[in-house]
């Protein structure tokens, strides 16, 4: 099965950018829809972004126009590109996996560890 790893977080300043990285290996990552979430302190883990394998995307009201999911199958890797950075998305974040973009949304079964995003006002 598919094995995800994050990287890319770090602590920024408000209105920062920062481009969040998510390696696949140990499956066909061409084959499946990924997405981003996130979960603050204190919080549910919220949806952030997903993109089909096709290349469709979908974003959460709270990112969209900030933020941009895109994928690089030659690489197995999905990127989040997050401008204008608040400090309400200082979060966890998390990349996960599976065969349509409707079961990522709702309960994907691979996950990667996670990369925490600080966000200073």
């Known amino acids: 099965q598919v094995q995800l790893v994050e990287s890319g977080g770090g602590l920024v300043q408000a209105g920062d950018s920062l481009r969040l990285s998510c390696a696949a290996s140990?499956?066909?990552?061409?084959?499946?829809?990924m997405g981003w979430f996130r979960q603050a302190p204190g919080k549910e883990r919220e949806f952030v972004a997903a993109?089909?394998?096709?290349?469709?995307?979908q974003y959460a009201d709270s990112v969209k126009g900030r933020f941009t999911i895109s994928r690089d199958n030659a690489k197995n890797t999905v990127y989040l590109q997050m401008n204008s950075l608040k400090p309400e998305d200082t979060a966890i974040y998390y990349c996960?996996?599976?065969?349509?973009?409707?079961?990522?949304?709702?309960?994907?079964?691979?996950w990667g560890q996670g990369t925490q995003v600080t966000v200073s006002s």
């Open positions: 140990g499956g066909t990552f061409s084959a499946l829809a």
């Open positions: 996960a996996g599976d065969g349509s973009i409707g079961i990522v949304r709702r309960a994907p079964r691979n």
């Open positions: 993109i089909t394998w096709g290349g469709g995307t």
